[in-house]
């Protein structure tokens, strides 16, 4: 009893902590450093500091480490508990995710003097360019590759049990993290709606470990969702910080390797459906697309490409007249619905 739930229980808190004064300093230290953006949605465009993902990404790896340091002090020799979860594992994983946090911020931090053109529309922040976001996020796979993460033996939905054998750490994990990572960046249009999404899928990945799964993901699942919460308090509507690429990045890549530590893929694939959704929407157009709508006097907006959807937040522009804060819940709304979906999904003993 001590161990499953003390164990779980200080690296979130300690998570928590660490992120939410992370993001309170990032505040002002990244206005001042003009790592910001232009908040669109607002009747007038306003300016908020950028890359808030800093904070969650260490918020994470303190976590983490929190739970190495319960078992090898005060005394190497007598550790307050003999650690279930592979230090190996965690190590890769708080690298993978500090690593492509870096690459998101990298992306944050080319602002402009000027508007440049970005997509279908145009903003301060330039970025990197399309092609090298998927290269250099494929540098969060090495530490996994590199400790032959994961089991290759993988429950596919409605497909049965595939063996992947060497091509699991050598394809499928690199692959993974790459697809994790920008497409979990394609949902953020509205304060909080990344984050809030993000909040119930590590939520659900924390109950599915519980009742089903591995102590690993348990740990990972909601230390990750701890982070999460301390930045969220900040980022939800109307936000004081915006998530930027390090948020989105890290977190893609911090859900991808929690489902794929805690052995649970199958229920992972479920809960990553909107952005799995989102991706095919994007891809329908080059990727060179919106997903902000167009902001009419009353606060509530209307799809830039009209009935044409090119993303998530096109459906529900279409569907009626919601404000900033209506478009994330709705977006929150249809990660809850894949969740009871995966949920029922394994009961029903098909995942």
Same mark, same amino acid.
């Given at each position: 009893?001590?161990h499953?739930?003390?164990?779980i229980?200080? !690296?979130a808190?300690?998570?928590?902590i660490?992120? %939410?004064?992370?993001?309170?300093?990032?505040?002002?230290y990244? *206005?001042?450093?003009?790592?910001?953006?232009?908040?669109k949605?607002?009747?007038?465009?306003?300016?908020?500091?950028?890359?808030?993902?800093?904070?969650v990404?260490?918020?994470?790896?303190v976590?983490?480490?929190a739970?190495?340091f319960g078992?090898?002090?005060p005394?190497?020799?007598? !550790?307050?508990y003999v650690?279930?979860?592979?230090?190996?594992?965690?190590?890769?994983?708080?690298?993978a995710?500090?690593m492509i946090?870096?690459?998101?911020f990298l992306?944050?931090?080319?602002?402009q *003097?000027?508007?440049?053109?970005s997509?279908?529309? *145009?903003?301060?922040?330039?970025?990197?360019?399309q092609w090298?976001?998927?290269?250099?996020t494929?540098?969060?796979?090495?530490?996994?590759?590199?400790?032959?993460a994961?089991?290759s033996?993988?429950?596919l939905?409605?497909v049965g049990? &595939?063996?992947?054998g060497?091509?699991?750490?050598?394809?499928?994990?690199?692959?993974?993290?790459?697809?994790g990572a920008?497409?979990?960046n394609?949902?953020?249009?509205?304060?909080?709606?990344?984050?809030?999404?993000?909040l119930i899928?590590?939520?659900a990945?924390?109950?599915?470990?519980? %009742?089903?799964?591995?102590?690993?993901?348990?740990?990972?699942?909601?230390?990750?969702?701890?982070s999460?919460l301390?930045?969220?308090?900040?980022?939800?509507?109307?936000?004081?910080?915006?998530s930027?690429?390090?948020?989105?990045?890290?977190?893609?890549?911090g859900?991808?390797v929690? /489902?794929?530590?805690?052995?649970?893929?199958?229920f992972?694939?479920i809960?990553?459906?909107?952005?799995?959704?989102?991706f095919?929407?994007?891809?329908?157009?080059?990727? *060179? &697309?919106?997903?902000?709508?167009?902001?009419r006097?009353?606060?509530?907006f209307?799809?830039?490409?009209g009935?044409r959807?090119?993303?998530?937040?096109h459906?529900? /522009?279409?569907?009626g007249?919601?404000?900033?804060?209506?478009l994330?819940?709705?977006?929150?709304?249809?990660?809850?619905?894949f969740?009871?979906?995966?949920?029922? %999904?394994?009961? %029903?003993n098909l995942?």
């Amino acid at each position: 009893m001590y161990h499953t739930y003390i164990t779980i229980i200080i !690296p979130a808190i300690i998570a928590f902590i660490i992120s %939410l004064a992370g993001t309170r300093f990032l505040i002002s230290y990244m *206005r001042d450093a003009g790592i910001i953006g232009i908040d669109k949605n607002k009747r007038v465009g306003i300016s908020l500091p950028s890359s808030g993902g800093i904070a969650v990404a260490i918020g994470f790896a303190v976590g983490v480490f929190a739970y190495v340091f319960g078992s090898s002090f005060p005394n190497p020799s007598a !550790p307050l508990y003999v650690p279930v979860a592979s230090l190996e594992y965690l190590f890769a994983s708080v690298l993978a995710v500090i690593m492509i946090s870096i690459v998101g911020f990298l992306d944050d931090i080319n602002v402009q *003097r000027s508007e440049v053109q970005s997509t279908d529309m *145009r903003d301060i922040r330039k970025g990197l360019k399309q092609w090298q976001k998927p290269l250099l996020t494929l540098i969060g796979a090495i530490p996994l590759m590199a400790v032959n993460a994961g089991v290759s033996m993988v429950h596919l939905p409605f497909v049965g049990t &595939v063996n992947f054998g060497i091509f699991y750490p050598l394809i499928i994990i690199p692959l993974a993290i790459i697809f994790g990572a920008n497409a979990f960046n394609l949902v953020e249009s509205a304060n909080g709606m990344a984050a809030g999404g993000s909040l119930i899928a590590t939520m659900a990945m924390f109950i599915y470990s519980v %009742l089903f799964g591995t102590y690993i993901g348990a740990l990972l699942s909601i230390v990750l969702f701890a982070s999460i919460l301390g930045f969220f308090i900040y980022n939800r509507y109307p936000a004081r910080i915006l998530s930027g690429d390090s948020f989105t990045y890290a977190v893609g890549a911090g859900l991808i390797v929690t /489902m794929i530590l805690g052995n649970m893929e199958s229920f992972g694939i479920i809960i990553f459906m909107p952005w799995i959704i989102e991706f095919l929407l994007h891809a329908r157009r080059g990727f *060179r &697309v919106t997903t902000l709508g167009k902001r009419r006097a009353d606060g509530t907006f209307a799809s830039p490409y009209g009935k044409r959807i090119y993303s998530l937040t096109h459906v529900a /522009m279409n569907i009626g007249r919601f404000n900033e804060w209506e478009l994330s819940a709705f977006i929150w709304l249809v990660e809850f619905g894949f969740v009871i979906i995966a949920f029922g %999904l394994k009961l %029903l003993n098909l995942l």
